[in-house]
C-alpha cells in the first residue's frame, strides 16, 4: 500500500508540473497563444486535452480518496486483531508480535519484564459478575496505560485472562521501580472509591538475570513465574 501510495503521488506531481509548464508556455508565447485562439481545429483539440487532463486530476483524487479508506478499514483491521476488547489495549496477538522482533537474538542487557496479574478477578466474576470482571481490566489496563506513558519506551498487552505483560527497552531498575510505584499508587486511589470490590494484584519482575537469562523467552516465562509465586522486586 506504501508503494501505491508513492506511485499515486508522483502520478500527481508530474500531472501538476506537466500542467504549468504547458500553461506556462501557451500564456507566454504570444505567436501558440493567437494561433490556439484563432484555429478552431487547434482550440478544439487543446480543448479537448485540458479535458482530459482535468479528468485525470479527477481519478487521481479519487484513487486518494480510495487509499485514504484502505488505510482507515486496514487501521480497523489491526485495532481488531490486535487490541483486546475488554481492556482496550494490545491483546495477546499484540504480546506476540513485540516479542518477535527479539527472537532468535541475544537479549539486550537493558530489556526489563514486569508480568502483572490480577489475583481477585475470579472472585469479582463470581460475586458480582463478569460485567463487573470486565469493568475491573478496563481499569486496571488504564491505569497501566498511563503508567506506562510516564515511562520510555514501554510495550504493553493484557496476555490473556487476568494477566499483563509489560516489556521495557532502554530502560533501568529505576525506571521500571517508578512504574510500579506508580501502578501501586494509582490502584491505592481506585481502591478507595471501589463500588464492586478492590483491585488486587501481584507481579514479578526479571531485568539483568545474568547468564542465566538469555533470551526474551527465558525473560518472560521468569517474570510470570515470578508473578505465579508472588514474587516481589523492587516494591513491597
Known amino acids: 500500500m506504501r508503494k501505491y501510495d508513492k506511485v499515486k503521488t508522483l502520478q500527481l506531481v ?27 481545429l487547434i482550440k478544439f483539440f487543446f480543448g479537448i486535452l485540458w479535458l482530459l487532463l482535468l479528468v485525470s486530476l479527477i481519478f487521481i483524487f479519487l484513487d486518494f480518496k480510495v487509499l485514504l479508506q484502505l488505510k482507515k478499514n486496514v487501521n480497523e483491521l489491526d485495532m481488531l486483531v490486535f487490541s483486546d476488547p475488554v481492556a482496550g489495549i494490545g ?41 463487573a470482571g470486565n469493568e475491573l481490566i478496563r481499569n486496571f489496563s488504564l491505569m ?40 501501586a499508587e494509582k490502584t491505592e486511589k481506585f481502591n478507595e472509591t471501589a463500588n464492586f470490590g478492590k483491585i488486587e494484584y501481584q507481579y ?4 539483568r538475570e545474568g547468564e542465566n537469562v538469555k533470551t526474551i523467552n527465558e525473560l518472560i516465562a521468569l517474570s510470570n513465574r515470578r508473578s505465579i509465586e508472588k514474587y516481589r522486586t523492587f516494591v513491597d
Open 14 to 40: 508530474i500531472y501538476v508540473v506537466l500542467a504549468v509548464v504547458g500553461l506556462t508556455i501557451i500564456f507566454y508565447d504570444t505567436d501558440l497563444y493567437h494561433k490556439i485562439a484563432s484555429d478552431p
Open 204 to 207: 514479578g519482575c526479571a531485568f
Open 91 to 131: 491483546n495477546r496477538y499484540s504480546c506476540d508480535a513485540i516479542i518477535e522482533k527479539y527472537l532468535d537474538k541475544p537479549l539486550p542487557e537493558e530489556i526489563g519484564c514486569i508480568t502483572i496479574a490480577i489475583t481477585n478477578l475470579k472472585e469479582i466474576n463470581t460475586e458480582y459478575s463478569h460485567l
Open 144 to 183: 497501566l496505560l498511563d503508567a506506562a506513558d510516564k515511562e520510555k519506551k514501554v510495550a504493553l498487552g493484557r496476555n490473556g485472562g487476568n494477566k499483563f505483560l509489560v516489556l521495557f527497552t532502554d530502560c533501568s531498575e529505576q525506571e521500571m521501580e517508578h512504574f510500579l510505584q506508580n501502578v
